[in-house]
């Protein structure tokens, strides 16, 4: 199989995973921690909000079964990318909204997508979304994959 990667951060990471994991072609999901200064760090530590994390999904998908562009659609509709620093009822900017794209291809059409959506004025509110290179992802903790799964959950409020 073909694949690629995405990195997507859209508020908590356990329920913008399930959702990804739900589509055909997408091939396997973690969760980490991206654009921080720490190296390695924990899950507490990006809570505390002093390693500027975000909470972040990494998806490996087959291009031949779901393109980049149907990924960002999704992104786009599992959150509320008016909102900056948070989603819900988390705050903070370890839940911000951002696309970290892998290459300049992905950035061109994360770009394209964020501005459609702004003119389509299906928000009143500005986008907040960042259009960004991907840092370093670190992986999290073993007991934050397929959180929402291990515990027999298929989504959460996103």
Same mark, same amino acid.
């Given at each position: 199989?073909?694949?690629?990667? /995405?990195?997507? /951060?859209? @508020?908590? !990471?356990? @329920?913008? %995973?399930?959702? !990804?994991?739900?589509?055909? @072609?997408?091939? &396997?999901?973690?969760?980490?921690?991206?654009?921080?200064?720490?190296?390695? $760090?924990?899950? &507490?530590?990006?809570?505390? *909000?002093?390693? *500027?994390?975000?909470?972040?999904? +990494?998806?490996?998908?087959?291009?031949?079964?779901? =393109?980049? %562009? &149907?990924?960002?659609?999704? !992104?786009?509709?599992?959150?509320? $990318?008016?909102?900056?620093?948070?989603? *819900?009822?988390?705050? *903070?900017?370890?839940?911000?909204?951002?696309?970290?794209?892998?290459?300049?291809?992905? /950035?061109?059409?994360? &770009?394209? =997508?964020?501005?459609?959506?702004?003119?389509?004025?299906?928000?009143?509110?500005?986008?907040?979304?960042?259009? %960004?290179?991907? $840092?370093?992802? !670190?992986?999290?903790?073993?007991?934050?994959?397929?959180?929402?799964?291990? +515990?027999?959950?298929? =989504?959460?409020?996103?």
């Amino acid at each position: 199989m073909n694949t690629q990667q /995405a990195t997507f /951060a859209a @508020g908590c !990471f356990w @329920g913008v %995973e399930a959702e !990804f994991r739900k589509l055909d @072609g997408v091939a &396997e999901t973690s969760v980490g921690y991206s654009g921080g200064h720490a190296e390695n $760090p924990s899950y &507490e530590q990006v809570c505390s *909000g002093q390693t *500027g994390h975000t909470e972040s999904v +990494r998806v490996v998908f087959d291009p031949d079964t779901i =393109s980049y %562009e &149907e990924l960002l659609d999704v !992104f786009w509709n599992i959150h509320d $990318p008016t909102q900056k620093d948070r989603q *819900g009822p988390d705050v *903070g900017s370890q839940y911000r909204s951002v696309i970290f794209t892998h290459d300049q291809s992905q /950035a061109k059409a994360a &770009e394209a =997508s964020k501005d459609a959506l702004e003119a389509s004025g299906k928000y009143s509110r500005p986008i907040a979304t960042t259009v %960004e290179p991907t $840092p370093p992802f !670190f992986l999290a903790e073993d007991y934050h994959q397929q959180y929402l799964e291990k +515990r027999g959950q298929s =989504s959460c409020r996103i």
